[in-house]
Every structure is written in structure tokens, then in C-alpha cells.
């Protein structure tokens, strides 16, 4: 069984470069441009683990994960937020909302798929 990766960026250059980087890794890649795409996009088909950035217009990625983890449905989702916000705050910040783990822009590959695989649980081959 094939396990799913949502990609939320409002950046189409980043959500490029993370398709790249996790191609090969086993999962099926599916990506949202905003949270409120994302949302909708947890609701229609639950992927296996959500890449989530912080900053994007609209719904931000924390208040995204704030409501991922009041549904029920969603609460266990493992969201990996992923950020060019780099200070102690904004880490905490994303933690506090909900978020399993936080990564900041740029990541390393390597640092990437380790991530994900700890938090699904699942091994994927780190190049």
C-alpha cells in the first residue's frame, strides 16, 4: 500500500522542489497552494503525513493545523511544518499549534525524509 504526502506552499517553486526531493521516497505526492486547499484536500482523501508551511495568504499553516487537530478525523494526522521562520518563537509556535515536528527552510534531503519517517513510522530510502 502506497502511503500519501500533502505539500502545502503557497510558493510553486517550492512545492516543485519538494516533489523532487521526495521523489522515489515511496509516496504518492499530492499538494495544496493555500490551507484552505489543504483542508479540503484532508477532508476529500486523509494522507499519511502533511508537509505544511506556515506563512501563506488566507489561512495560515498554523491555523490549519489548529483545526486539523480539533476534528476528530484529523487529529492524528502527523504534520510536519516546514518554514522559513526560523526563531525559537515561531518553532514553539508551530509545536503549540499541533505540528509533530518543525523543520526550517531550506532542509537537506537527507534531514527531510527523516523526518517524515519518523513521524509515519514507515522506512524510506534516505540518498
Do not use: W
Not at 526531493?21 to 482523501?45: N, P, R
Amino acid at each position: 500500500m502506497t502511503r500519501s504526502i500533502l505539500i502545502v506552499d503557497d510558493e510553486p517553486m517550492t512545492r516543485n522542489l519538494l516533489r523532487l526531493m521526495l521523489k522515489g521516497s515511496g509516496f504518492e505526492i499530492d499538494e495544496a497552494e493555500d490551507g484552505m486547499t489543504a483542508l479540503e484536500k484532508v477532508q476529500a482523501h486523509k494522507p499519511d503525513v502533511m508537509l505544511l508551511d506556515v506563512m501563506m495568504p488566507g489561512v495560515d499553516g498554523l491555523t490549519v493545523c489548529k483545526r486539523l487537530r480539533a476534528d476528530a478525523e484529523t487529529a492524528d494526522l502527523p504534520i510536519v511544518i516546514l518554514s522559513a521562520k526560523t526563531t525559537q518563537s515561531a518553532i514553539q509556535a508551530g509545536l503549540d499549534a499541533g505540528a509533530n515536528l518543525y523543520l526550517t527552510k531550506p532542509v537537506r534531503i537527507k534531514n527531510l525524509l527523516e523526518s517524515i519517517q519518523s513521524v509515519v513510522g514507515k522506512p524510506s530510502a534516505v540518498p
